[in-house]
């Protein structure tokens, strides 16, 4: 099998045809890497804007991409052939720096062919997640592509950071400095019918306490300290996208605000936890404005 790692720069504008917002793509960049983690080739494609001519500032100062810079490009649907004959006919796993760009190529698949399927897409990887992984960086935060290449001493002399292909070639040089072929088989997905459902599956926050996909079970909280099930006090409220209430613990006198967080996900509920003890300052002025709220 072969890795392809892609990069996508594209303008957004408003159109008609999508009824909205639409993400255009401008520019490819991909970096074709074999199983022992050679570049093989590379690619590299400019596509002509068909729904704005006009790029945004905000694409121009981060690319330095101009309207004259695109005149003489292809056309999206010139731009796949052209990438479908590179890529050519060996199994292949496509690799971005998070689903965006997969998300954004989707997008585009559905407005220039009518459906989201990407040609030649066989077996998929979010790489960015791989990367981080291995990197042990705090899954809680998303790492930069920048920010990964200096973690791992990788020099970008000579590159144009957010250019498609100089950023293909920076997260193909990460590949090679994290790669571990055991673990990095195990992350790569089959793409099918199934694997589209997944990836445009929008998560959704559950605000509703009465959902039935809301585990009353995961509303108990114990005591961090002596591990004794804690008496909830008060009623639970939603703010700052969770379930919210203060527990307190009769045996060790202390007292804590929960947050317990239900995320509606492809794969079923994933529950966040969290406690963190109300100290005695906050005791008393949460004290203070409770007698201030009965009278």
């Avoid at 689903?99 to 698949?109: A, I």
Wanted: glycine share 4%.
């Amino acid at each position: 099998m072969q890795y392809v790692v892609v990069d996508l720069e594209w303008n957004g504008s408003y159109s008609k045809k999508a009824h909205g917002y639409f993400n255009e793509i401008i520019e490819v960049g991909a970096v074709k890497v074999s199983e022992d983690m050679r570049i093989l080739d590379k690619f590299q494609c400019a596509i002509r804007p068909v729904v704005s001519k006009k790029l945004s500032d905000i694409v121009t100062d981060l690319t330095n991409i101009t309207a004259e810079d695109l005149e003489d490009g292809t056309t999206f649907t010139g731009m796949v052939k052209r990438f479908t004959r590179w890529v050519g006919k060996e199994p292949t796993a496509i690799l971005t720096w998070s689903t965006t760009d997969l998300l954004v190529l989707m997008e585009n698949c559905r407005y220039f062919y009518g459906r989201q399927e990407i040609p030649t897409l066989q077996y998929y990887m979010d790489f960015q997640a791989y990367a981080q992984r291995r990197m042990e960086v705090d899954s809680s935060q998303q790492l930069g592509l920048a920010r990964a290449g200096e973690m791992l001493g990788i020099p970008e002399d000579n590159m144009s950071l957010h250019r498609a292909l100089d950023d293909s070639l920076l997260t193909a040089a990460v590949l090679q400095k994290v790669y571990d072929k055991d673990s990095f088989l195990q992350e790569i997905q089959t793409v099918d019918e199934e694997f589209y459902k997944r990836i445009t599956f929008k998560t959704v926050i559950i605000k509703d306490l009465d959902d039935p996909l809301v585990k009353r079970s995961e509303l108990c909280f114990n005591c961090p300290e002596c591990g004794q099930n804690m008496k909830r006090k008060g009623s639970w409220r939603f703010r700052s996208r969770a379930f919210c209430a203060e527990f307190s613990c009769r045996r060790c006198d202390k007292r804590y605000n929960a947050r317990a967080q239900f995320r509606q996900k492809y794969e079923g509920v994933e529950i966040r936890k969290k406690l963190s003890e109300i100290l005695p300052a906050e005791q008393e002025k949460t004290t203070e404005n409770e007698a201030v709220a009965a009278t």
